[in-house]
Every structure is written in C-alpha cells, then in structure tokens.
C-alpha cells in the first residue's frame, strides 16, 4: 500500500470478524513497529499481546469493575473533558454526533453505556496489545516514546489489511491487568490497542470523520 493511503486510510476500528489474527502477522507488525524513535534509543517500552482465555479473563474483570462502578484509576492522569480547548471539545463533540447519527441510521444504539459496552468487549477484536512502560521512568518522555510505538503498530496493522483502536479506557484499571500480565508490576499502563480484521460494512467503521485544516493547527515562523 502507498504510504499516503496507509495514514489516509486508518481508522479506529470498533467492529471485528471473529476471524483469528495468525501470532505470526502480529510478530510481523510488532517487528516493524519497533523500529519507532525513542528518547536516547531507550526503547523502554513493553508491549503485551493478550488473546485466547487471558483475554476472555481480562474481558469479564473488566466488565465487573465497570459494573461496581470503580473509579478510574488509570496510571497515567488524564484531563477532564470541560478544562479542554474549545476547538478541542467542538471537534469531539461533532464526531460524537456523526458516529451516533451513523449508528442509529443502521439500528444499532447509540448512547455512552452502549458505546462502553462495546469497547468492555473490545469490539470483537481477537486481540488486545496493552502498552507501558519502567515506572521509574518520566512519563513525558516514555509516553511520547510508547505512543511512537503505537503508531507504528496502527499504521502497519492496516497496511496489511488489519483494524485497530487504540483505547486508554481499556487501562483505567491497571491492577487487572497486572494480575494477568507476567513481567507488568513495575509497569505504568499506558494504552490499549484492539487488534483483529475489520468488519468494514459495519457502522461502527464506516461513519465520515475529518481532520482541521493545516491553518488551525501550523504556524509558519520565518
């Protein structure tokens, strides 16, 4: 595929075939991601790749968690939605009404419990990647390294005709994945990534999306 048409073409994926993701491409695309920059080439980050009966476990404990009503209690602080940028929250707000209209349209429900739901089941991908890195490391720098390497991954799993979402509710409550994941203790859970083959008529996967024009995001200095 053109590289134009693999960062053109991607999309989060919220819609999967039960069709299974051979270990073999998931190498393939995790040995090209790793070539992602790092700050001093630390490389620091560590990358799960959960499927099967882990994933299942992981699935039902988080669906509890969420039916507790648990806070979050995500490694990583995130913001809250009303401190963001106005243009932030217009550009949020007008996906959210595109996606919903596009739902609704084909019957399916719209609304945040349906929406959560959805993602609580990891949308029917096959496979999870989780994402983090050392704790004893400044977040700033290893987050911006972890999330270099998540591109990649996005970008090379739909080169090769793969679909993925990255998620940061899906580590919201780290300790669960801490008891299923060996070598995770001393991690700091950064993001999720669902992994499987698309289910492209689905309308969870076929609502328009936009991006702002370069005037509102580039200054030219000269």
Request: charged share 25%.
């Amino acid at each position: 595929m053109e590289f134009e048409n693999v960062i053109r073409g991607r999309r989060s994926i919220r819609a999967y075939t039960d069709e299974a993701v051979p270990q073999e491409l998931v190498r393939e695309i995790l040995d090209e991601a790793r070539w992602a920059p790092s700050s001093r080439n630390t490389q620091a980050w560590s990358v799960w790749v959960v499927t099967g009966e882990t994933l299942a476990r992981f699935k039902t404990a988080f669906k509890a968690a969420l039916d507790r009503e648990e806070d979050d209690a995500s490694d990583l602080a995130g913001t809250q939605t009303g401190d963001w940028p106005q243009a932030c929250s217009a550009r949020a707000v007008a996906l959210m009404k595109t996606r919903a209209e596009t739902m609704e349209a084909a019957g399916e429900a719209s609304g945040p419990a349906a929406s959560m739901a959805r993602m609580a089941d990891c949308f029917g991908a096959p496979v999870l990647l989780v994402f983090g890195f050392e704790s004893c490391l400044s977040p700033a720098y290893a987050s911006y390294d972890t999330a270099s390497l998540v591109q990649n991954v996005c970008l090379a799993a739909h080169d090769k005709g793969l679909g993925t979402c990255q998620s940061t509710t899906l580590v919201r409550y780290p300790g669960l994945l801490r008891d299923l994941l060996p070598g995770s203790e001393e991690k700091r859970m950064v993001v999720a990534a669902t992994l499987g083959w698309p289910e492209l008529d689905a309308a969870a996967n076929t609502f328009d999306r936009s991006r702002a024009p370069l005037g509102e995001l580039v200054t030219w200095v000269s």
